[in-house]
């Protein structure tokens, strides 16, 4: 019954997988464009990563560009990485223009391509701690999560975690909330001054645990830029610098 062995094939190779991942150079939660370039530049330097995403569809928040007007705006200065990338774009008024769909599947495929792990599905519910370090993440069902049901999680190991999920910062929160780190909250927009504000701020926020992307600004209060992604781009190359000179 070819029924039956398809249903073996994709259990077995799944399960093979996600042994091979339950311990990792780095654990990156969400799969946003901050995150997959982390994993991007970690994976091509020969570390072992994972992301793991708690929605079916990783990206995060690339696809839908400005108010669902699918192009996202560049810096100039990531016309490289998008070369290296193999991405087509547009140079107007000295900024990038790419449309959002080719770059989130750019940044899936060149990611995945290089040996990251991405793990849709997965929401992260927890870190763990020991000796005051977070040495790994505690991870669930997405599906699970989100109704709520009575089910434990199992633990992944991982010299660093890196809080990538954006807006809510829900990594860094867990931590937050037990008093462990002092956060503050996102202010308005301001694509100004939030681009280079991200970009510094990118970094460890407690020990083992790095912030990248959107979620800098809600752990440090750095205002929010919309649809410019340059930002994003360049904390996840900052967090994969960081990890390899902490790593080598
Ligand atoms: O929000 P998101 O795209 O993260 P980012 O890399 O980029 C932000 C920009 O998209 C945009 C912006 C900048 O121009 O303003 O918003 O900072 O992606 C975050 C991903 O994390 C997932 C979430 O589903 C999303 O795909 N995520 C959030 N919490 C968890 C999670 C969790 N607990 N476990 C797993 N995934």
Redesign the pocket.
Known sequence: MRDLLISKLIVEKYFEKLKSSLELDVAI???????LTAAYELAKNGFKVAV????NV?G???WGGGMMFNEVVLEKELETFLRELKVRYTLREDHIVVDSVHFASALLYRATKEGALVFNNI???DVALREGRVCGVVVNWGPTVRLGLHVDPITVKSSFVVD?????A?VVTLLAKRGLIQMKTEFPMDADSAEEFVVEKTGEVFPGLLV????VCEVYGGP??????GG?ILSGQKIAKIVNKRLR
Do not use: L
């Open positions: 939660v969400g799969a946003g464009p901050s995150g793991f995403e708690e929605r990783p995060g928040g690339i929401s992260v519910e990538g999920t954006g807006h809510p829900n990248s992307g959107m979620a929010r830029m919309g649809p410019i992604f994003m």
